[in-house]
């Protein structure tokens, strides 16, 4: 683990900002002349967990988030819709698909741990900053045979590890190789 902190992105009835979900750090440092005034520029807001589904937990709780490093870290990756990680690759965690309401801006999809952690300082108002939704496959052009409609998506953070074996026999470069 790097660091952990709280999930932010913009806000969720906003029509600029950035598209992804940052992760703030929990001890964090200021730029040398900045200004506490309002600016209205790009504001970020924290994010919250709102239920939508049967498989929802901590409605209205702040969202935490965790950076983390791995030893194999070219090798870390998402499967979208899985529990677990296939290809002889490490589940790293499970969780599932979150990301902003469908009539709501776009926002990233990222995978969020089952548990759905809220940072030390969460309040349970609803301030409507960025917003969690569980996400589900909708019919059409997707494949329903594989994915009925509206059942709640998991996914899964995959790693593998490569060992001597594999690099002697080609499928991978050593990590400080030129």
């Given at each position: 683990m790097l660091y952990e902190g709280f999930m932010a992105s913009g806000?969720?009835?906003?029509?600029?900002?950035?598209?992804?979900?940052?992760?703030?750090?929990?001890?964090?440092?200021?730029?040398?002349?900045?200004?506490?005034?309002n600016q209205d520029g790009n504001l970020l807001y924290g994010m919250e967990y709102l239920n939508t589904g049967a498989l929802d937990l901590n409605h209205k709780g702040d969202a935490a988030c965790v950076v983390c490093e791995h030893d194999s870290?070219?090798?870390?990756?998402t499967q979208w819709g899985r529990v677990t990680c296939s290809n002889n690759y490490r589940t790293e965690y499970s969780g599932l698909i979150m990301s902003s309401y469908?009539?709501?801006?776009?926002?990233?999809?990222?995978?969020?741990?089952?548990?759905?952690?809220?940072?030390?300082?969460?309040?349970?108002?609803?301030?409507?900053?960025?917003l969690l939704y569980t996400s589900e496959m909708i019919a059409g052009?997707?494949?329903?045979?594989l994915y009925a409609p509206h059942n709640e998506l998991a996914c899964a953070v995959?790693?593998?590890?490569?060992?001597?074996?594999?690099?002697?026999?080609?499928?991978?470069a050593p990590l400080d190789a030129p």
């Amino acid at each position: 683990m790097l660091y952990e902190g709280f999930m932010a992105s913009g806000h969720s009835g906003h029509r600029g900002s950035g598209a992804n979900t940052l992760c703030m750090h929990n001890d964090p440092e200021f730029p040398p002349g900045y200004s506490s005034g309002n600016q209205d520029g790009n504001l970020l807001y924290g994010m919250e967990y709102l239920n939508t589904g049967a498989l929802d937990l901590n409605h209205k709780g702040d969202a935490a988030c965790v950076v983390c490093e791995h030893d194999s870290a070219s090798n870390v990756f998402t499967q979208w819709g899985r529990v677990t990680c296939s290809n002889n690759y490490r589940t790293e965690y499970s969780g599932l698909i979150m990301s902003s309401y469908y009539s709501q801006h776009k926002g990233e999809s990222v995978c969020v741990d089952l548990k759905r952690a809220t940072h030390p300082r969460s309040s349970s108002t609803h301030d409507s900053g960025g917003l969690l939704y569980t996400s589900e496959m909708i019919a059409g052009a997707s494949d329903e045979y594989l994915y009925a409609p509206h059942n709640e998506l998991a996914c899964a953070v995959c790693s593998r590890h490569f060992d001597a074996c594999d690099v002697c026999s080609g499928l991978k470069a050593p990590l400080d190789a030129p």
